[in-house]
């Protein structure tokens, strides 16, 4: 047997480890060594996929903290969510008796402060949306009562009329239901037909809108208000003063009256 001295046995060890053969030795570990192995760590609750919009519901004005993991002993983001606000929920976890919903990535918030939005209570609206956008265009129809619902790859046309029947306020924007899961923003709608309590019968005499104003039925309606408030105006001039707007009916007129046109909803 050849006789190696400490050295020669380290450089022959080097070599083959650097051609990649393993080299194995009889001595145990030790506790150090053993000390460093990797810890196996505590599996995070397995998430259930469900997707759904989801609203706060906690104290008007405060909200509630956006955690990073499901359980009560989460870390806290650092974010709240605030009340009334909808958010899109992807999943739920079930921990120590309690669910926690998923909102994206790692940020989860306590179920018992958010609710599906479909299950809170709607607003019976009976009544029709005329869709006011830009002409030649349309607004998409979304699944709820949110932008961030997602859309059902339904678009409805700019000038086209649809029954809703209830309403909902989200964020400060009122959202109409066109029944299913089918919602409409109402920004880019206007609402007829609704029935509204103390109406007055007044006799006022009729003028015509046709033919002059093909689609001017709102600035002649306001030409037989003007005159009967003993102000005698013609609606021609009523209808160029009227103010106008691209695509707004609550800044102005969308089209023409006197040509193409659809409608106006000004409050000034």
């Known amino acids: 047997m050849v006789k190696r001295t400490k050295w020669q046995h380290l450089v022959i060890t080097a070599a083959l480890i650097a051609a990649g053969i393993g080299v194995t030795t009889s001595h145990p570990a ?16 397995a998430m259930t996929p469900q997707r759904f919009v989801g609203q706060i519901v906690y104290v008007p004005g405060y909200g509630v903290n ?22 899109q929920v992807y999943g739920y976890s079930d921990v120590a008796g309690q669910r926690y919903y998923n ?4 940020q989860w918030v306590s179920g018992q402060y958010l609710k599906d939005k479909a299950s809170l209570p709607t607003t019976p609206t009976n009544g029709v949306a005329t869709i006011t956008y830009v002409a030649g265009y349309g607004i998409a129809v979304f699944k709820g009562p949110s932008s961030t619902s997602g859309v059902t790859g339904k678009t409805l046309k700019t000038g ?14 009122t959202w109409y239901h066109l029944g299913g899961d089918q919602w409409i923003d109402g920004q880019h709608i206007v609402v007829s037909g609704l029935k509204y309590r103390g109406n007055v019968r007044l006799n006022v005499s009729m003028i015509k809108q046709r033919p002059e ?17 003993g102000n005698p105006v013609s609606k021609m001039t009523l209808a160029a003063e009227m103010p106008r707007h691209p695509s707004n009916p609550n800044l102005g007129y969308i089209g023409n009256p006197a040509g193409y046109g659809i409608t106006i909803f000004h409050q000034h």
């Open 66 to 87: 956006l955690m990073q993991s499901p359980g009560p002993n989460a870390t806290w983001t650092g974010k709240k969510l605030a009340h009334g606000t909808t958010w």
């Open 213 to 229: 104003l093909p689609n001017g039925c709102e600035i002649t309606a306001v030409t037989m208000m003007v005159n009967y408030a």
């Open 160 to 173: 086209t009329s649809w029954k809703v029947s209830g309403s909902q306020t989200v964020n400060g924007k």
């Open 103 to 106: 909102v994206g990535a790692s």
């Open 30 to 45: 030790t506790p150090a060594q053993a000390a460093s192995a990797p810890v196996t760590q505590q599996a995070a609750p």
